[in-house]
């Protein structure tokens, strides 16, 4: 278990607070995935934070604007290879769920170090793998902005794991979530690790 018991605060557009040694709820997603019609009306609402989110997130789902570099193959590997390099080698976490879908990432995380190490490492480095493939140079592949949610209760985290791992089906892309290679569902991930050893927590 790791233990902290200090909260962390960072602001960039949004608020961000990490009690420590609590699962946190991330996303983030490729740069220009959102209308500017749409941010201009998240940034200006009143609603909370929550709500914000799943507006975002049905658009995102949906798949309407901008890139969706994610469904190839190569880039999907790419990205997933190193969530499981921040869990299984760098153990900077452990992973609960995740999912790589067409246009953004979900994970659900313990962390064991700074959460915006750990999302810095990852965007970086896939990232700059995913230019590689593309062959794009100096230009954003991701959105600087994330979301994450801290998960108060064990119910909750069990529900945010069932919704993360249900996005493909959600999206219309599979019809059962283990249909979905780059995913936590997914009997095998395309790395060829068990999900069984990424410290997925236990579900019916």
């Not at 233990?3 to 949004?14: C, F, I, K």
């Not at 700059?128 to 108060?152: K, M, T, Y």
């Amino acid at each position: 278990m790791l233990l902290y018991l200090r909260m962390t605060y960072y602001e960039r557009n949004l608020p961000h607070w990490h009690p420590r040694g609590r699962a946190i709820f991330i996303t983030w997603r490729l740069a220009g995935t959102l209308p500017r019609v749409l941010l201009a009306k998240l940034r200006s609402s009143s609603e909370p934070a929550s709500r914000k989110f799943a507006l975002a997130d049905r658009v995102l789902v949906c798949a309407v604007c901008g890139p969706c570099w994610l469904a190839q193959a190569e880039i999907a590997q790419a990205v997933q290879g190193c969530m499981l390099k921040g869990a299984l080698e760098l153990r900077y976490f452990e992973m609960k769920a995740y999912v790589v879908m067409p246009n953004h990432v979900h994970m659900l995380i313990e962390p064991g170090v700074p959460l915006e190490r750990i999302t810095r490492g990852i965007k970086g480095t896939s990232a700059h793998l995913a230019n590689c493939i593309l062959g794009r140079v100096r230009v954003p592949f991701w959105q600087d902005e994330s979301f994450d949610h801290w998960v108060r209760k064990p119910a909750e985290g069990e529900k945010i794991c069932r919704y993360i791992e249900n996005n493909p089906v959600k999206a219309g892309l599979v019809q059962t979530p283990c249909e979905w290679p780059w995913s936590s569902a997914a009997p095998l991930s395309s790395t060829g690790i068990p999900a069984c050893a990424i410290s997925i927590t236990p579900r019916d």
